[in-house]
């Protein structure tokens, strides 16, 4: 399905259709701009080199470039049930991570413009051939997404490119769209934006992994970007450490947050920084797709979304505090070599297919709010605290510009809870530890008082940019 939409945008693009008559390049990367015509040719050269290498289970190390967006549209003509790799990982960690799902091999992508891939082979006992009941057809191909694993190892969740697509959304305002892929290549937020940006022929800017604030601020501007997906702790990085002169100069329309809790106070920076841009949060997962949309400006969705299933037609509901999930939006199912140590948990009064994403929710009234990854939780001497809570007591402080709150590990309660913090620039740090600790005490249950508070210059992101609560 995506070969056929590539083929439907940019074969008839290249021949000059009136229906497309838009001229903006689809992709800008880091060597400069990429034609519909030079686009064709590197899908084409793709399948080429690959031609014999049909109907099989390929690892792609994905590159957020032009070589990246061309192996992905070819795999679809291939036949390949492909497996989406982090283009960061190491020779051996994506070596593993081929032979733990008895993959054909995997593909390392070129380091240069004019590079080619190059094929690893993983599966001396088994060819790597499709799963029976399987086909090899090329409408048969697939999409695996290996999940960030911040709950166990990474699951491989199976998707079809036509479950992909379904939640893509037809511009039909007939601005055209200039995307920044903020969201790496390889995860499901990733692969939407491309999706988005592809379906409705516009521009997608793909920024190196390694970008800094200041770096995608540029290629908004000098790109005329008007509309960017990212989670909310990528938003926060670029509020607090890009030129904000620059930032506003930015032409952004559509702001996307999704991945993480969005909370009121960014909202609002948001508001404040990009006036006249449209701001919806997004729900979605790997396994489960895109579930819903809101865009009235407040933190959580409706609680009218549990009654009735939501526009994007997913029902949910609460059970045990936990939100379960129905989608048609979701994977074909987890890969055999790739599923979780233990299934999703199934509502027992219910059928299987309710979804146990692990997102704590509270209702409030007419409103249903996030509290954070039951997995996130710290354990202290047998109490419970939820990260998100500590820091958004942390916030309120003056002078606190970004905080992570995570567990640390106690010899004596188990955990302990930990917090780095990013200062305001020339703030006193020992008195703002001092008015930290005074204000969490105030509003905190002694057990989720900071016990161990450590000032950084900027807090890291995980691989999907949001913010990692590892135990240390």
């Given at each position: ?11 008839s ?8 008559s ?12 990429v034609?519909?015509?030079t ?6 050269a ?21 070589h990246?967006?061309?192996?992905l ?15 960061l990982?190491?020779e051996?960690?994506c ?32 060819d ?29 969740a199976?998707h ?24 790496r ?7 939407q ?6 379906r ?5 800017v ?15 501007v000098r ?6 997906s990212?989670?909310?702790s ?10 904000r ?16 809790i ?7 920076s ?9 701001i ?12 819903f ?8 969705f ?8 939501t526009?994007?037609?997913v029902?949910m ?7 379960a ?28 297919a ?15 709010y996030?509290?954070g990854?039951?997995?996130d939780l710290?354990n ?11 820091e ?8 606190v ?5 995570f ?9 302990l809870?930990?917090c780095?913090i ?6 006193d ?6 008015e ?6 105030q509003?905190?249950?002694h ?9 950084v210059?900027q ?14």
């Open positions: 399905m995506l070969f056929e939409v590539f083929n439907r945008v940019f074969n693009a290249c021949t000059g259709a009136a229906s497309t838009n001229t903006d390049p689809p992709l800008i990367d880091e060597w400069g701009e034609d519909a015509t686009f064709r040719d590197l899908v084409a793709f399948e080429q080199q690959y031609r014999e290498v049909c109907g099989k289970r390929i690892g792609l190390q994905l590159p957020a470039n032009r990246g967006m061309a192996a549209v070819a795999a679809d003509q291939l036949g390949w049930n492909v497996f989406l790799i982090d283009e990982l190491d051996d960690s070596d593993q991570i081929s032979r733990s799902l008895q993959l054909y091999g995997w593909l390392s992508p070129p380091s240069a413009l004019d590079g080619t891939w190059r094929i690893h082979s993983t599966a001396p006992s088994a790597g051939a499709i799963p029976k009941g399987e086909s090899s057809n090329t409408a048969a191909s697939s999409v695996t997404i290996l999940t960030s694993g911040t709950e166990g190892r990474p699951k491989a199976r079809t490119w036509e479950s992909l697509m379904r939640p893509v959304r037809c511009n039909k305002d007939g601005h055209l769209q200039r995307w920044l892929l903020a969201y290549p390889h995860l499901y937020a990733g692969l934006v491309i999706l988005q940006s592809l409705n022929r516009g521009t997608l793909l920024p190196p992994a390694a970008a800094t604030a200041d770096e995608v601020v540029e290629l908004l790109h005329r970007v008007n509309s960017v990212a989670t909310p990528y938003w926060r990085r670029l509020l607090l450490f890009a030129d002169t620059k930032l506003e100069q930015a032409p952004i329309a559509q702001i996307t947050i999704g991945g993480e969005v909370d009121d106070a960014l909202l609002g948001l508001r404040a920084t990009f006036p006249a841009a449209r919806v949060h997004i729900y979605a997962t790997t396994e489960l797709g895109r579930c949309a809101v865009s009235d400006g407040r933190a959580g409706p609680a009218a979304f549990l009654e009735n299933a526009p994007d037609g029902e509901r609460i059970i045990n505090g936990v939100l999930v129905r989608s048609g939006n979701a994977m074909a199912g987890y890969d055999p070599h790739g599923a979780p140590d233990s299934p999703a948990e199934p509502d027992s009064a219910t059928e299987s309710w979804f146990l994403t692990g997102d704590l929710v509270e209702q409030r009234e007419d409103r249903v996030f509290l990854r039951r997995g710290i202290v001497g047998g109490n419970k605290v939820r990260p998100l809570a500590v958004s007591v942390v916030r309120k402080v003056p002078q510009a970004d905080v992570r709150v567990p640390k590990s106690s010899s004596i309660a188990g955990q809870v930990a780095q990013v200062a305001a620039h020339n703030a740090r020992d008195a703002l530890r001092a930290v600790v005074q204000r969490c005490q509003e905190l249950p057990f989720a008082v900071p016990r161990w508070i450590e000032f210059e807090i890291d992101l995980s691989a999907a940019g949001k913010t990692q609560r590892h135990q240390q």
